[in-house]
């Protein structure tokens, strides 16, 4: 998931921008949240220092700060290399200024010709989602599910174990910050993952590698997330 932020000292500009921002994400059915939208540069930065997802930064570069949008696209890169950075301004001959600032901006957005900015922001989200895609499916192995008319793709290394839903012909996919229902079965899955996930119980398909402690006495395997999971004996030897 790509999480997106909007930082826009105008309080009218940024709802306007965040309103083109949510209606591309519900009408394009894209796998991304809208986190944080702000007027002051020193909360994105707060926001984003412990975040672990990758983002999609809407940037004014006059901020009425002392830090620019140009010097917080510096400071985002330091927190979020792989980010997707567009600004968005009345000033397109600062364009020059991202060289200065070495912060590889996807594309700048101009303020005063509204109904192009729409299909601008439009764009930049359909083309940070491809990108981002083709990164993850570069880097890691990823495993996409379709649910509720979406097309979501996990990296196996954020999944922490599938679950039976108690809805029939479902499971319950646990990650390290989500969990998404969607129709399968531990069998099927099984089949799709290779040796780094196991079965643990009748109803458990966890991945070793997120596994931070296994409770042999109460049968209770622990996550790097603080969540849990049973695990039968008969299936104990697996782990």
Known sequence: MLDIFVCEDNDVQRQTIVQTIQNTVLIEELDMQLVLNTGDPYVLLEKIRNSQNTGIYFLDI????DINGMKLAQLIRLYDPRGFIVFITAHS???????QYQVEAMDFVLKDTPAEAKVKIRQCLLNAMERYA????????VYTIETGGRKISIDYDDILFFETSSNIHKVILHAKDRQIEFFSTIKDLIKAFGDD????????LVNKKNIKEVDTKNRIIHFINGETCLMS???????
């Open 134 to 141: 083709l990164q993850t499916g570069r880097t890691h192995k």
């Open 197 to 204: 996930f196991v079965r643990c119980h009748r109803s458990f």
């Open 62 to 65: 006059d901020l009425g700060s």
């Open 93 to 99: 001959e600062l364009s020059y200024m991202t060289f």
């Open 233 to 239: 004996t008969r299936m104990m030897k697996e782990l």
